[in-house]
C-alpha cells in the first residue's frame, strides 16, 4: 500500500463518498486512485471553485465529500470559499498540493508557496501540513474537525510525503 | 414575461423539487413566490449555484433538483454546463433566468447583451435537452414535459429586464440560519441526515 493507497482509505473510513477534482501533477494518482473506487462518486471540474460549490451541496444531501486540486487552483477559489461557505458556513473538505515549497523548484509555483498561507491565515481558513506518512491517519479526525469547524479546511500534501518526480 | 410571474409558472410545475437559486433576483423573486425553506437562496458565490445544485442532485439522486440560475451567474461560470454535461443527472433541471442585465446593480448590461444562445451553448457542452422559453403561455406549456423528461435538462428563461425595480431578497435568512434550515428541512422532507448528533 503506497502513500496514495493510505489516504485514499483515510478518507473511506472518514465517510467521504464523493469527490470533485482538478488534476495538478503531485495529486493526479490519488485522483486516478479515487475515480477507480465504485465506493467514491468521482466529479472532474473545470475550474477548481466548482469543487467548493459541489461539495456544498453534497453536504446539504448528507454526503461526505472531499475537494481535489493544486495549489494555484486553491488561490483561485478562496472567494468562493468565502462567499459561499464562510458566509452559510459550510464545511469542505479540501485536499490541495503543497505547491511552491523548498523542494519544488518549478518557477511558476514561487508565488503559491510564499503566499498560500498567510492568505488562508487571512481569511481564518484552518490547514494541517501532511509531511510524513504516518500524519495520513489523521485524516478521519480532520474531518471530523472541519465540520466542527463549519468552514474550508485544506489539508496540504507535501513533495516529500508525495516522493513526486514532478 | 415578467420573472415574478414566470416564477409563478414554475412553482406551479415544482412538485417535490429542492431548489438551489443564484444570488440576486432570481432567489428573490422565487423567495417572494414560494417562501419555501426546502430551497437554497445564495447569498455569494456568484457563478457556482448550478455546481452547487450538482453536487446535491449527485448526492440525493432519488429527488428532483433544480438549479436556479441567472445569465449573470451563468456567465461566470460557463464551464459548470460542460461539468453538469460530464455527470448527466437524471435528476437535475437548470433553469437560467435572463434579463440580459445585471438588474441588482442598476440593470447594467449583460455582456454580449441579447446575442449569446446559452440554450445552444448548453447543447454543445453535452446537455442535449436545452430550451428558450419566451413566454408565460410557452413555459406552461412544455414545464409537464421538462418536470417528466430525465435531466440534465437546461431551459432559458428569456424574461424582461425590470429598470428600477428591486425585490427584497430573503431578508430573514442570514448566512448560517440558511443553512440549519435547508438542512433541516431536507432532512425532515427526504429522511437522510445532513448534521451529526451534537448540530454540524
Known amino acids: 500500500m503506497d502513500v496514495n493507497d493510505k489516504i485514499h482509505a483515510q478518507l473511506v473510513k472518514a465517510g467521504v463518498r464523493l469527490a470533485a477534482s482538478l488534476p495538478d501533477d503531485w495529486v493526479n494518482t490519488l485522483i486516478r486512485r479515487i475515480s477507480k473506487d465504485n465506493q467514491i462518486h468521482h466529479v472532474p471540474v473545470c475550474r477548481e471553485a466548482e469543487t467548493i460549490a459541489i461539495c456544498a451541496g453534497a453536504f446539504f444531501g448528507g454526503v461526505r465529500s472531499v475537494a481535489i486540486f493544486g495549489n494555484t487552483g486553491l488561490l483561485t477559489c478562496t472567494g468562493e470559499m468565502a462567499t459561499l461557505c464562510l458566509r452559510h458556513a459550510i464545511p469542505v473538505f479540501c485536499i490541495v498540493s503543497g505547491r511552491g515549497s523548498i523542494d519544488d523548484h518549478k518557477v511558476y509555483q514561487e508565488v503559491q508557496g510564499r503566499r498560500t498561507i498567510p492568505l488562508l491565515q487571512a481569511y481564518d481558513y484552518p490547514y494541517k501540513i501532511i509531511d510524513r506518512e504516518e500524519e495520513i491517519e489523521d485524516i478521519p479526525n480532520a474531518y471530523e474537525w472541519h465540520r466542527l469547524q463549519k468552514r474550508p479546511f485544506v489539508l496540504f500534501l507535501t513533495k516529500k510525503l508525495l516522493g513526486t518526480k514532478a | ?200
Open chain 2, 1 to 200: 414575461m415578467k420573472t415574478n410571474e414566470c416564477m409563478k409558472v414554475l412553482a406551479k410545475h415544482r412538485g417535490d423539487a429542492v431548489v438551489i437559486c443564484a444570488l440576486g433576483m432570481a432567489a428573490n423573486e422565487w423567495w417572494a413566490v414560494t417562501r419555501s425553506e426546502d430551497s437554497f437562496y445564495m447569498h455569494g458565490g456568484m457563478g457556482f449555484a448550478a455546481s452547487f445544485a450538482l453536487g446535491l442532485a449527485l448526492s440525493i439522486p432519488r429527488t428532483p433538483v433544480w438549479a436556479l440560475n441567472s445569465d449573470g451567474s451563468l456567465c461566470m461560470n460557463t464551464g459548470c454546463l460542460i461539468t453538469e454535461a460530464g455527470q448527466q443527472p437524471r435528476n437535475l433541471k437548470h433553469f437560467v433566468v435572463d434579463n440580459g442585465c445585471y438588474q441588482t446593480v442598476e440593470t447594467m448590461p449583460m455582456v454580449n447583451q441579447g446575442a449569446a444562445d446559452y440554450a445552444a451553448m448548453a447543447r454543445a457542452a453535452g446537455i442535449r435537452q436545452a430550451i428558450t422559453v419566451d413566454d408565460l403561455a410557452e413555459l406552461d406549456r412544455v414545464m409537464p414535459e421538462v418536470v417528466a423528461a430525465e435531466g440534465p435538462y437546461f431551459v432559458r428563461l428569456r424574461v424582461e429586464p425590470e429598470p428600477d425595480y428591486q425585490r427584497a431578497p430573503p431578508a430573514n435568512y442570514e448566512g448560517p440560519e440558511m443553512k440549519y434550515r435547508f438542512g433541516r428541512a431536507l432532512e425532515k422532507k427526504l429522511g437522510i441526515k445532513v448534521f451529526g448528533p451534537r448540530g454540524f
